[in-house]
């Protein structure tokens, strides 16, 4: 239990020290293992088998579909769309920020990525039209928080290949939960707007509505292959993953025409490195997790819960789970092939519904990602606006809260994300 609690420590303590996380991941795991005594064998054993679940083959495909979207300029397209339908409102240009990633999310399924894309448009544009840096930037980084829910997802593929729960079921199970972000963030921007007195953006045109849908609504292709083929059966996440890759590059490279052969190739290089990268995270996180189940950890954390818990209270328990994931992604970026090893066993102890704990797991990595030290998405949206990560935190703090308050909201009514793969089913 030392040697284990000590390998937890060194991984914290490297990532505090800006260590990369595969680096600080293979540390820590040389270090349990050499300091058991185990074979050394069973350290790439381990990996190996943590790489080889069937659900991960459908995170490369994602991952390259997505990348082609972005790098074909498909955003640009999406925020001429959104700023037509919700711009004339006040606060327009807000609006638009958070129905770009609504619909970005259905494409590029990380909010990474939906910030390189639809940010670095976004932002930009409303600095032009008179909002601080600051406000620009926390809306960005907290409407991207509404990608990972929205199918495709990343960490739901990466949850899935963890737990052995049906990607399919993932994927429909964040897409109410998503909505209903969006939604909240769209009705506190309207608040906002009239304390701030935010200005309308253009005004209300139904031609125009017609023409930026029309040069937009192919792109809405990706999302109703990944979802409808999903909904009716038609094929498996892994398979949707391989026609949402040849559908993006039909619709960059033969519709739109804006992306090149050499562009392409770029976009392969680029969804390689990212795959490859999170591909070893994951394989050291299997193994890492199953030197600390061996050492007991998961019953020891079972018990530290138990001991503030009142009772038989699943509410409590879930809540510890998702405070723990909380603070945990402060720190991991990916957290969900890093945390969810160790925990998995403490969850099927509990006997906790690991479909609705997985919608919660991506809430904890928004949260992760909008929360110092580590804060992914205030460190793009920092480079992009030019302004001090801290300042855009507390800018930001508005929309923090709803997310808080909207993952209150998911503890306790797990129904806002388990009906609809109930109805699927």
């Known amino acids: 239990m030392i040697i284990a609690l000590l390998s937890i420590s060194i991984l914290l303590v490297l990532l505090i020290l800006g260590t990369p996380m595969v680096a600080a991941l293979l540390f820590a795991v040389a270090f349990n293992f050499v300091m058991n005594g ?16 069937f ?48 619909f970005f999310g259905g494409m590029i399924g990380s909010s990474t990525a939906d910030l390189a894309g639809s940010g670095s448009i976004v932002i930009p544009a409303m600095k032009r ?24 997802s990343s960490p739901m593929i990466l949850y899935s290949a963890v737990t052995g729960t049906s990607l399919g079921a993932l994927f429909i199970a964040g897409l109410i939960p998503g909505l209903i972000l969006g939604a909240i963030f769209m009705a506190l921007v309207s608040y906002l707007a009239i304390r701030r007195k935010w200005q309308r953006h253009g005004s209300f045109s139904t031609a125009e509505i017609i023409r930026t849908g029309r040069r937009g609504i192919l792109a809405f292709g990706l999302p109703a292959i990944i979802v409808g083929g999903l909904v ?3 094929f498996t996440p892994s398979e949707s993953g391989a026609f949402a890759v040849v559908y993006a ?45 061996s050492a007991h950890v998961p019953q020891a954390l079972a018990e530290l819960i138990d ?33 969810v090893p160790v925990i998995l066993p403490t969850l099927i102890l509990y006997d906790v519904d690991l479909l609705h704990f997985g919608v919660l797991m991506v809430m904890a990595v928004v949260i992760g990602q909008l929360t110092p030290p580590l804060a992914i ?26 997310i808080l308050l909207f993952t209150l909201m998911l503890l306790l009514f797990p129904q806002i994300a388990t009906w609809l793969p109930s109805q699927m089913r």
């Open 249 to 293: 590059i039909i619709l960059s490279m033969f519709i739109f025409r804006s992306l090149s052969l050499k562009g392409l190739y770029r976009v392969f290089v680029v969804a390689l490195t990212m795959t490859g990268e999170l591909l070893v995270i994951v394989s050291l996180s299997f193994a890492l997790g199953s030197s600390l189940s």
């Open 232 to 234: 009716f059966g038609v």
């Open 307 to 339: 001991l503030f818990t009142f009772g038989d209270n699943m509410f409590m328990r879930l809540a510890l789970l998702m405070l723990l994931a909380i603070i945990a992604g402060m720190f991991l970026d990916p957290l969900i092939p890093v945390l």
């Open 129 to 152: 039209e008179g909002y601080s840096s600051e406000v620009s930037a926390a809306i960005s980084a907290s409407s991207s928080g509404i990608g990972p829910l929205i199918p495709p």
């Open 38 to 53: 185990q074979w050394s064998m069973m350290v790439p054993q381990t990996m190996v088998s943590g790489v080889s679940q």
């Open 377 to 402: 998405a205030l460190i793009i949206t920092s480079r992009i606006a030019n302004t001090d990560q801290m300042r855009i935190f507390v800018a930001n703090l508005p929309f923090f809260g709803a």
């Open 55 to 102: 659900t991960l083959i459908a995170l490369p495909m994602f991952v390259l579909a997505g990348t082609i979207m972005n790098a074909g300029g498909v955003s640009g397209r999406l925020f001429d769309f959104a700023r037509a339908l919700v711009g004339w409102l006040r606060g327009g240009l807000a609006q638009v920020n958070i129905l770009t990633s609504m």
